[in-house]
């Protein structure tokens, strides 16, 4: 059974239950994934040893939960790109989009290594990068990243000497990221009737 359950298809995208999995879900494998991928590959053949010193896990949870907005940014964006064409009222299907991420933001608690003052500063810049969603036409799945990008390697978990040439690394990580999670998305989704589902949450 789980033989079969390892090539049988992710299950389609119809609601908006199923959809804030997605969102949350891709939005924490982005932030987690670079930052100890990148970790792991610039450590080299030291990494073991640096995945498991405390000041490290320390700095690489800090960093975690500061890229997780970001990625919900992202991942939001892409998803609002690709249901835009089926929203009869633009504003008004970007505005439940946005309360729908922030929800998923809400599900977690400050965490400790941040603290409720930080954790609230970030939902404001969330919320912020949200709204500004509405502005500007659609972007292509690798262009998403690039306002982001700058904020994101900032918080990679590696003195800057060492990682100040790596930044065009980091920004084809999420160039790369974001296109697979667009390819998902757009497979696992009935278009017309999920932006009915977000108009009307």
Known sequence: ????????????????????????????????????????ARAGHYSKVLLREPEFQAAAENSRWRAYPLGLAMVSELVEGVLRPYSDDRRAALDRLNEIS???????????????ETWSQLRDELAHNLD???????KAAKDIPVPFAERYFELMPIHEKLRASEFP??????????????????????APTLAQAVRAA
């Open 1 to 40: 059974m789980g033989l079969l359950n390892f090539f049988r298809r992710p299950p389609p995208i119809c609601d908006v239950p199923a959809l804030a999995e997605f969102i949350d879900g891709n939005a924490a494998f982005v932030a987690q994934k670079g930052i100890y991928e990148y970790s792991r």
């Open 132 to 138: 500004v969603i509405g502005i500007h036409a659609v």
């Open 102 to 116: 922030l929800w998923v933001f809400d599900r977690y608690p400050p965490p400790a290594v941040l603290g409720a």
């Open 169 to 190: 690394t980091i920004t084809n990580y999420l160039r790369v990221t974001m296109c697979n999670i667009h390819e998902e998305f757009s497979t696992r989704i009935d």
